[in-house]
């Protein structure tokens, strides 16, 4: 259920920002940084686009690679996949190579995101949009709170790591010094959402509701991830960022 909101709501939201700064069917080159498996990445090269992906994790990239052999040629011929770190996009690509270059799930991971984000933002063409999705560290104590966990709740307050689900100790950000961050690469932020308000502490072997009862929980979910205050307390922040 978690991944599952996650993947929808960050689809309609990157839509809806696409739709707003590009000529419908115009095909745009993005570059997708820490891919995962690629579902961000096979989506929108299903619709028409041209689609990178750049993965470290070699299992990661193996599955990305199999859900791809499972597409038709038409949308196989739309992606290119390579094995790299996201830090080292100089390495691969010329800058403003791409009109579209997505972060999801990535920046927790890196102890110093700020030179990993400057190399996303001059990967952009101008006008080009910056996808990001982050933890957001300022809603910490959510999860152990609504758990009924308040002493991990308190310690949360005062800490911007946590540990996740696969046992890891991780960073979250803050939206204020992100936003603080992409003004200094010259990608300003331009709007962001929360992502996963109500869902966060589904466990993860909880089966899917039917259809329209998931239906259901994609729309309170994204209409709460587009509202104050609910989106200030979102497990994740989905920030868009342009470059200037």
């Known amino acids: 259920m978690r991944n599952t909101v996650r993947q929808e709501l960050v689809a309609r939201q990157l ?3 696409i739709a707003a700064r590009y000529p419908v069917g115009q095909r745009l080159r993005v570059l997708d940084v820490g891919m995962g498996q690629g579902t961000q990445a096979l989506r929108l090269a299903r619709a028409g686009h041209s689609v990178t992906g750049l993965e470290s994790d070699a299992e990661m990239l193996r599955t990305a690679r199999e859900a791809l052999a499972g597409e ?3 949308i196989r011929e739309r992606v290119r996949l390579i094995e790299g770190d996201g830090r080292d996009t100089g ?5 403003g190579s791409f009109d579209v270059v997505l972060c999801h799930g990535v ?3 890196v102890p110093e995101p700020d030179p990993l984000l400057a190399g996303l933002a001059r990967m952009l063409a101008p006008g080009g949009l910056l996808s990001l999705l982050v933890r957001n560290a300022d809603a910490l104590a959510m999860r152990p709170g609504t758990a009924g966990d308040f002493g991990a709740a308190l310690a949360a307050f005062e800490t911007d790591t946590y540990t996740n689900r696969l046992g890891l100790s991780v960073r979250a950000d803050r939206l204020d010094v992100l936003r ?3 003004a200094g690469i010259a990608a300003p932020l331009h709007t962001w959402y929360g992502v996963r ?3 966060d502490n589904v466990s993860n072997e909880a089966e ?3 259809p329209e009862e998931l239906a259901r929980v994609f729309d309170a979910e994204d209409r709460a991830g587009r509202t104050d205050p609910y989106r200030g307390v979102a497990a994740l922040l989905h920030l868009c960022g342009v470059r200037g």
């Open 15 to 17: 839509d809806e920002q």
């Open 72 to 74: 038709p040629e038409g």
């Open 91 to 95: 390495v691969h690509f010329m800058p």
């Open 107 to 109: 920046l927790m991971y």
């Open 180 to 182: 603080a961050t992409l």
């Open 197 to 199: 308000v109500f869902t």
């Open 208 to 210: 899917l509701p039917g």
